[in-house]
């Protein structure tokens, strides 16, 4: 049973365009939410991340809003820039849990010229 | 600072080897986790530490040992490899509570043949 899901596999936009990046979860007890950017042949990098205490956290391009009734968050890159072209990972904690981070499946970017 | 390091980047192993993937970090950080990435799976947690002398299982622990006799070192043992254990490894670190960010490394790419 997947407790993160990022359904969509696959993105595709225009450069200066908008990317949004979609995240459910079902486990309840979550409450902390992070995304991380992966390029080939590299680790995850962080990028972002939100506590259940808010609903939205800004950073430069990049914005996450989180919609607990619906256990849902998303990731919002504006403008998108071609070097934003990689795999995003939504992750998720339980509070105290910090070792144990729980992955979707992955969206892979592609932002066009 | 390196941040986390792993040792080696690539191996290759016949059906029944053994063998250590190491993991290494100077941030003093006291939370060390380890985790695998598949096609298609996004990472799944294999096992964690919490700090020195303990450690605990993940997601999918079969097959795999941890020890963690040092704050800076977090190796993770393939007792006796199986084709199903080809993956990409990662081992990530996090200061605690406060910092739920984990910092990942570069990973190790394990063909079992």
């Known amino acids: 049973d997947q407790q993160v899901k990022q359904n969509s596999p696959s993105l595709s936009v225009q450069e200066g365009r908008i990317s949004i990046l979609n995240c459910d979860y079902t486990n309840s007890m979550f409450d902390y939410f992070l995304w991380y950017k992966k390029y080939p042949a590299e680790g995850p990098t962080f990028l972002i991340s939100?506590?259940?205490?808010?609903d939205k956290n800004e950073d430069g391009r990049f914005t996450v809003f989180l919609n607990k009734s619906a256990k849902h968050l998303s990731l919002h890159i504006v403008p998108s820039q071609p070097g934003d072209s990689a795999v995003y990972f939504c992750a998720a904690s339980e509070m105290g849990a910090n070792s144990k981070l729980t992955f979707g499946k992955g969206i892979t970017l592609s932002v066009r010229p | 600072n390196a941040g986390v390091t792993q040792t080696p980047k690539f191996q290759v192993l016949k059906t029944g080897q053994s063998m250590t993937l190491q993991c290494a970090q100077d941030?003093?950080?006291?939370?060390m986790s380890w985790y695998r990435q598949d096609p298609g799976m996004g990472l799944r947690l294999i096992h964690y530490?919490?700090?020195?002398?303990?450690?605990d299982q993940g997601e999918v622990p079969n097959g795999y040992n941890v020890s963690r006799s040092t704050t800076e070192d977090f190796p993770l043992r393939l007792l006796s490899a199986a084709p199903s254990q080809t993956s990409v490894y990662f081992c990530a670190s996090t200061a605690g509570l406060a910092a739920n960010e984990q910092f990942f490394g570069p990973g190790t790419r394990l063909t079992v043949l």
């Open positions: 939100i506590s259940s205490i808010k």
């Open positions: 941030m003093n950080h006291e939370y």
């Open positions: 530490s919490v700090g020195a002398g303990i450690t």
